[in-house]
């Protein structure tokens, strides 16, 4: 059942009414560091990180868009922010360009790690190294941050744990 009030969801989430060129009616958006990007700066973010990964792997984009099952103008145009790129294929190319999806993600939307710059780089690089963990270490990690966690259900057991944890 869908909440009575809408109003009420939007002030406890911190979104703010906004326009954007992408789409033709106003929008509700949580704002970044510096205001709301826009979804076109989003996308431009996402493009230029593809490119750099592209070319950290010495690849140009008629390989890319081979690997990818398309020609390679049609390809280049996800590296120009030229056409959408659906999460499907960013995914794809998270595969082919040897990058996590949370990079991609970082370098478009970084207020998704924290509050502040300075937080959401923190997080970002712990959510980093903890993806280059192997798997017995990574374990470890998690049960001593299950414990020191201030949520942790075995220190609290009334709380529920937040599971739209960010990152």
Do not use: C
Not at 22 to 41: A, H, Q, Y
Not at 44 to 52: G, N, P, T, V
Not at 73 to 100: N, P, Q, W
């Amino acid at each position: 059942m869908a909440i009575k009030d809408v109003q009420t969801y939007i002030g406890r989430h911190g979104l703010v009414e906004t326009t954007d060129s992408e789409v033709d009616k106003p929008i509700w958006r949580k704002p970044g560091f510096n205001g709301v990007r826009s979804l076109l700066e989003m996308e431009e973010e996402i493009s230029r990180y593809l490119r750099e990964r592209r070319d950290a792997q010495n690849l140009n984009r008629e390989q890319v868009g081979m690997m990818v099952g398309l020609h390679h103008e049609i390809y280049a145009r996800h590296e120009r922010a030229g056409a959408k790129l659906r999460v499907t294929r960013l995914l794809h190319l998270a595969e082919l360009l040897d990058f996590s999806p949370v990079e991609a993600i970082y370098a478009a939307a970084p207020q998704f790690f924290g509050e502040t710059e300075q937080e959401a780089e923190v997080r970002f690089k712990l959510v980093m190294r903890m993806l280059d963990l192997p798997a017995a270490t990574a374990q470890n990690l998690l049960m001593l941050v299950e414990e020191l966690s201030p949520d942790s259900g075995a220190e609290n057991p009334a709380k529920p744990t937040n599971p739209k944890r960010r990152g």
